[in-house]
C-alpha cells in the first residue's frame, strides 16, 4: 500500500524488486531521536533540534505559484522559530494552529530569527507531554540509500508493511545450540531489528547477529568447495621412509620443531584418502624449502612424481640446484624446466617426463603447458604461490590424478589469508627460523636524507658485507617524479659508492646476463647490486646485510616483506632501511607503520587484507573486496575464525551436508535469506 508505479521504478533502480530484497535494504545510519534537544541547544550545539513543538500562528509569503506557507512554532522554554514550508503547503490542513507536533531538524538564525529550513514532522510520541523528557518515546530514525523520489519514511513504512503482513515468522538455519550460545535473536526479530533499533546497542547487536548468519553460509559453502572439487577418494597409502631418513642423516644440521611438526602434517594428509590442499607459511629464510624436499622424498620413494613450481626462472633454478646437490646422492632424478629450455633438449625432457623417467621437476609456469605431460604426477609443490594465478595453480594440479598440492609463501596474499581463514585451505606454520638467525631491524628515513643511510651501508661494506639497493622503475619516467634503477646505478657508482663494484639487474636484463650477475653477487666479486623488485624472490646471499628500498610507500605489503626478507639469511646482523617520498598517503604511512612493528607474516597479511581486501574466494581475482552486507573480513577476523570452527562441527555431525543432492542441504539453502547476491551464486 502506497506504493504506486513512480515509486516502483524509483525501487528498481536500487535493485529492489520484490518484498525479499526490500527487507534486505538496510538502512545506512539512523536519526538518533531519543535525546531531546530544544531549538536554542541546536542553535548552540549546531546538531539537530529534537523536540515537542506548538503551532502557534500560519504565515504566507510570496505571490501567485511563488506563494509559501511558514509555520511559526514554540517549544517548551518558549524559544520561537519559523518553518518554510517550501513545497509543501498541504501541511496547513495537516497541522493545524495549536497542535503540538514532534520536529526534528537543524535550526539556523536567518533574517534575525531562528528558522529549520529543512525539518520533519510527526505526531509526537505517545504519553509525551510538552514540557517533559522524550525519555522511551524516542526513537531511532532508518536512514536508507535513496533513488528517484523516494523518501526514507516511505521505504520506512514500506519494510514495515513486509513484516506485518509477509514475514509473522522466518524459518531458522542456524543451529539453536550456536544461537542460544552466541545469544543471538530469531532471524526475524534480527532482521526488525537492523532497520528498526529501539537503541543504538541494538543496531550493533542485530548487525553482529545478522554478519554471524551471513559468514555462517559463505563458511558452509567454502567448507563443501573441496569436497566438490575433489569428488573422487583415493586408496589411503603407508608412504616408505628410508630415503627420508638417509636424507636427514646427511644433513649439517637438526631441523627445527616446527619443520618436523608441518613435516608429520603434510605426510599425514598425503597419505590420506582425500587429496591436500595445503598452505605452509613461514617467514623468509626459515626452511620452507627443506620441508618441501623432504615432503617429497617418501611420494618419489612411493613410485609417483613430484613438481616445484616457482614464479621466476631465477628462483627456479635456485631450486633446480638445491634439489640436485640434496636428491641425486639418494638416486632421484632431477629435472629442470622452463620456457627457455632450447627445443632439442624439451622434446627429450618432455618425454622423459611422460615415460615416468624423471621424479622431481623444478621449473616455472611451462610445467603446465599443454605438452607437458606426467606419467604419475602425485605432489605439486608451488612456491611464493601469491605470483602465480588461481587457474595456473589449478592447471598444474590437474595434470595428475588425485592430486596434493602444497602453497608456499613468506607472505600470504589476502585472498589466501581469507581462504585459509574460511577452511578452504589447511595451514602449516613455521614460525620458529634456523639456530643463529637474527630479526631484520627496520629503520624508515625520509626522501633527501639518506646520506646517513650511505654512510651506514658504507660501513657495512668496509665490513666485507654487500646491499641491495631497490627501486619502483626500471628507467625515468616522464609523468611519475621517482627514482628509477638504470640512474640510480650510475649514481651509486660514481658518486656515492665509487670504491666498490655495482651491477645493475630488472625484468629487462637478458636472462643469462642476469644469472651471471646473481652468479657474480652471490660470489662476492660484486658488492652493490641495483634492482627493481624483480630480487623480491629467489636470491639467496648469505653476505648481503643491508637492504635499501627507495620510494618504499610505492610497494605493497607483501613485495616489501619479501624485498626485506633478502637479507638475514645468516647468522650476520642484518639491516632494512624503507626511504620514503614527503606527500606518503594514509595507505602508505600505515605499509610502513607495519614493516616496521612486525616481521610476522600471518600479521602482515592480516593488515593486507584490510588494505586491500580478500579477493574473490570462489573465482580468480586477487584482491579486491567482497561484497558481504554485514560482516566485513578485516573487522570480523575473530568472528569469522569462530564461525569456521562452528561449521566444521556442524559438518562433521552431519556430513551427508555436504553432498549438494542432500535435500536437508537444499532446504537450509532455501531457509536462508540470501543476504548478498554473489554469495547465492557461490
Known sequence: TGVGPAAVRDFAKLGITDCAHLVQHFPREWIDRQEEVTLDSSLAQKKPANTVVRVTQHVWFGNGQRRTLKLLVVDRDGTEAELPCFGRNFLEKTFPVGVDVWLWGLVERRFGSLQVPHFQLDPPPKNFQIGHPLGDAGRLDPL??????????????????????????LDEEIPLRLRQREGHADLRTALWMAHFPSRSHEAAWARKTLAYRELFHLQSALRRRPWVMRPETRPPITLPQRLQKEFLARLPFLPTPDQITVLKEITDDISGAQPMARLLQGDVGSGKTLVAFLSAIPVIEAGFQCVLMAPTELLALQHAENAAKLLDPLGIRVAFLTANIRSAGRAHLLQELSEGRIDFVVGTHALFSNDVKYKNLRYVVIDEQHRFGVSQRQSLSQK?????????????????????????????????????????????????????????????????????????????????????????????????????????????VDDDEKRRVMEDFAAGKIQILVATSVVEVGVDVANATCMVIEHAERFGLSALHQLRGRVGRSTLASYCFLVYSENLTDDGRQRLKVLMETTDGFRIAEEDLKLRGPGDLTGVKQSGYLRLRFADLGRDYELLLQVRDDVEVVFKEDPSLLSLENAGLRRLWEKAPPFSDELVAQ
Open 144 to 169: 536508507y540509500p535513496l533513488a528517484g523520489s523516494l523518501t526514507h519514511s516511505q521505504i520506512a513504512k514500506a519494510v514495515a508493511q513486509v513484516f506485518h503482513d509477509y514475514l509473522p515468522a
Open 400 to 508: 595428475g590424478r588425485a592430486t596434493d598440492l602444497l602453497l608456499m609463501s613468506a607472505t600470504p596474499i589476502p585472498r589466501t589469508l581469507a581462504l585459509t581463514a574460511f577452511g578452504d585451505l589447511k595451514t602449516s606454520v613455521i614460525r620458529t627460523l634456523p639456530e643463529g638467525r637474527r630479526p631484520i631491524v627496520t629503520h624508515t628515513a625520509k626522501l633527501g636524507n639518506q646520506t646517513k643511510v650511505y654512510e651506514f651501508v658504507r660501513h657495512e661494506l668496509q665490513a666485507g658485507h654487500q646491499a641491495y639497493f631497490v627501486y619502483p622503475l626500471i628507467e625515468s619516467s616522464a609523468s611519475l617524479d621517482l627514482k628509477d634503477a638504470q640512474t640510480m646505478e650510475g649514481y651509486l657508482s660514481r658518486e656515492v659508492f665509487p670504491e666498490y663494484t655495482v651491477a645493475l639487474i630488472h625484468s629487462k
